[in-house]
């Protein structure tokens, strides 16, 4: 079946630096590939996505690629901000008919210091 | 647009006791879907529903129901509680479930506490 793996965290930097969060998966065919964001107490919002391989998604500052020969979705930030903390999941949809169905990672907490 | 909505955020519940979570978006989605929360397991599919009366199951459904009478309104119902249904429940929905494009929406989420 499909899976998503995140690193391990929690994650904790310092304001400015830079981050990555690994995300690895295991699908059929070719997924759709996702990061979402949590803010404390709030529920999801999509930051970006890539739907084919070799696809960069962006926003926020935050960028992705579709890699798909080593099946990996991994999240970077050149300069991260205190409000940058919040927790990230990476997903995967099948496509077709299911790009309702997300499959998640267990999820990265990231605390930005001042 | 209030987007997203779902009621309560709270609660508590004994086990063996029933209760209906509330999902409500005003966006005229077609698809919406339930998920829960559990530390260290990401985000798992309940049930999902692709438009008013047509629903399916996830990956984990059992000792869940729902239904889909209307297009705005999409409730879940725990027949008879168990601790193991401790968890934090998100409702999401999308315009459609056949384009990655369609971004979708998740609730606030409701905090579920069974003793």
């Not at chain 1, 904790?12 to 070719?30: D, H, K, P, R, V």
């Not at chain 1, 409000?83 to 099948?94: E, G, I, K, T």
């Not at chain 2, 004994?14 to 978006?25: D, E, I, P, R, V």
């Not at chain 2, 929406?105 to 409701?110: A, K, W």
Request: proline letters at 5%; glycine letters at 10%; one cysteine or more.
């Amino acid at each position: 079946g499909n899976s998503v793996t995140q690193m391990e965290g929690p994650v904790t930097l310092s304001e400015e630096a830079f981050l990555t969060i690994n995300c690895t998966y295991t699908a059929t065919g070719y997924p759709s590939l996702f990061w979402y964001v949590q803010y404390p107490g709030e529920g999801l919002q999509l930051l970006l996505k890539a739907t084919k391989a070799d696809d960069k998604g962006s926003n926020k500052g935050f960028e992705a690629t579709y890699r798909k020969e080593t099946t990996s979705f991994h999240l970077e930030k050149g300069s991260v901000q205190v409000s940058d903390s919040a927790v990230y999941f990476c997903a995967l949809s099948r496509g077709g008919t299911s790009y309702g169905k997300l499959t998640f990672g267990q999820g990265t907490i990231l605390t930005v210091h001042p | 647009n209030a987007g997203v909505t779902q009621t309560p955020k709270f609660q508590v519940l004994k086990t063996g006791q029933s209760m209906t979570l509330q999902c409500a978006q005003d966006m005229n989605h077609e698809y919406m879907s339930w998920y829960r929360q559990d530390p260290g397991m990401g985000l798992r599919l309940i049930h999902y529903s692709v438009g008013a009366g047509i629903t399916d199951q996830g990956e984990v459904p059992n000792g869940y129901n729902v239904s889909r009478s209307t297009t705005e309104d999409f409730p879940l119902r725990l027949l008879s509680a168990a601790p193991s249904q401790t968890s934090v429940y998100f409702c999401a929905s999308s315009y459609t479930s056949l384009r990655p494009s369609y971004e979708q929406y998740f609730g606030p989420g409701t905090r579920l506490t069974v003793t």
